[in-house]
């Protein structure tokens, strides 16, 4: 069973549409999350993360965690083509000093015109 | 500007060579890692270090080692290239706490033929 799941799409949006991408987790005792962005070809930048339930929001984007349900998601607001990439969620299952991520294969999304 | 860099960006070795991929980190920290990322795979974790001259296994070792002589330098070793081994090479770093998410290097896209 996958540690961290994620639709691979492709999810397909309009410009200037909300798109939401989700991610399940299987870890109950997780405390920490992120959500990276992969452009074809180039490696993962870090956009969000969030430790606590609720909502977190910086900018157009909004990281949402549901620790009961085990959910996590990400929203992006007024979505633009250069928002176009591959989403990947990550969770730090260790409570250690060892920041080991398990990342989902991750959700394509493609914004159009 | 922080950054991971990664010595190479493309490379192509041929099967059994002994293949090294060198990343060094300038941000002074802690955690190091190597992932491979494969279509309809994901990233998945060879090997990390959480200190100089340690090392631990990730969730597929096999066919690699690592070597981590000074905190900012981690490097990853293909003891005999084999066509399977054919993939993108990331190296990451992070701090060691919870909220650690990874800088990625660049990447390196090993050709093994």
């Known amino acids: 069973q996958k540690e961290v799941e994620q639709n691979s799409g492709p999810l397909s949006v309009p410009e200037g549409a909300i798109a939401s991408l989700n991610c399940t987790y299987s870890?109950?005792?997780?405390?920490?999350f992120f959500w990276y962005r992969q452009y074809s070809g180039k490696s993962p930048e870090l956009i969000m993360f969030i430790y606590s339930n609720g909502d977190k929001e910086d900018g157009r984007f909004t990281a949402q965690l549901n620790k009961a349900s085990q959910y996590v998601s990400l929203l992006i607001r007024d979505s633009q083509p250069s928002d176009s990439a591959t989403y990947l969620c990550?969770?730090?299952?260790?409570?250690?000093?060892?920041?080991?991520?398990?990342f989902g294969t991750g959700t394509r999304l493609q914004v159009t015109l | 500007d922080v950054k991971v860099t990664q010595s190479s960006r493309y490379l192509v070795k041929r099967t059994g060579e002994k293949v090294f991929l060198e990343c060094v980190q300038d941000m002074d920290h802690e955690n190091m890692f190597w992932y491979r990322q494969d279509p309809g795979l994901g990233l998945r974790l060879i090997y990390f270090s959480y200190d100089v001259k340690m090392k631990e296994k990730g969730d597929i070792p096999e066919g690699y080692s690592v070597s981590r002589e000074k905190k900012e330098r981690f490097s990853l070793i293909l003891e005999s290239a084999s066509t399977n081994q054919t993939s993108m090479y990331l190296c990451?770093?992070?701090?060691?706490?919870?909220?650690?998410?990874?800088?990625f290097g660049s990447g390196t896209r090993l050709t093994v033929v």
């Open positions: 870890d109950r005792g997780s405390q920490s």
């Open positions: 990451a770093s992070s701090v060691q706490d919870r909220g650690g998410g990874y800088t």
């Open positions: 990550a969770v730090n299952p260790d409570t250690g000093t060892a920041s080991k991520l398990t």
